[in-house]
């Protein structure tokens, strides 16, 4: 049985840095599509940041809010998953879950039933 444990949340200026992580048990992280969703009160829960498996590539998708901000990455060794946040804004407030899926395909990347498996969240707070 996979499961994801998620770290690294907290609380942090705007404009500021943030990396939260996610640790895999029960199955090798490069054979899994790892993604990162977050969802803020009263809002659905919306797709971050995906990095595909090893076998079919392992390239990386963003959701449009988070572009050229965010770098989601995998440690093989290590066996996580990590998003690196920056210039952080108060908009990115939230609960930031970890999603695997070992049968992930590129026109699903975004879609929440893809992921068999789920952290419990890490909050992030974003404000001076």
């Known amino acids: 049985q996979v499961q994801l444990v998620e770290s690294g949340g907290g609380l942090v200026q705007p404009g500021n840095s943030l990396r939260v992580s996610c640790a895999v048990s029960?199955?090798?992280?490069?054979?899994?599509?790892l993604a990162w969703f977050r969802q803020a009160p009263g809002k659905e829960r919306e797709f971050v940041a995906v990095?595909?498996?090893?076998?079919?590539?392992?390239?990386?998708y963003y959701g449009d809010s988070v572009k050229g901000r965010f770098t989601i990455s995998r440690d093989n060794v290590q066996n996580m998953v990590h998003l690196q946040m920056n210039s952080l804004l108060p908009e990115d407030t939230a609960v930031y879950y970890c999603?695997?899926?070992?049968?992930?395909?590129?026109?699903?990347?975004?879609?929440?039933?893809?992921?068999?498996?789920w952290g419990q969240g890490t909050q992030v707070t974003v404000s001076s």
């Open positions: 999603a695997a899926s070992s049968t992930l395909i590129l026109s699903s990347v975004g879609v929440q039933n893809s992921y068999a498996y």
């Open positions: 990095i595909r498996r090893s076998g079919t590539g392992g390239r990386t």
């Open positions: 029960g199955g090798a992280v490069r054979n899994y599509g």
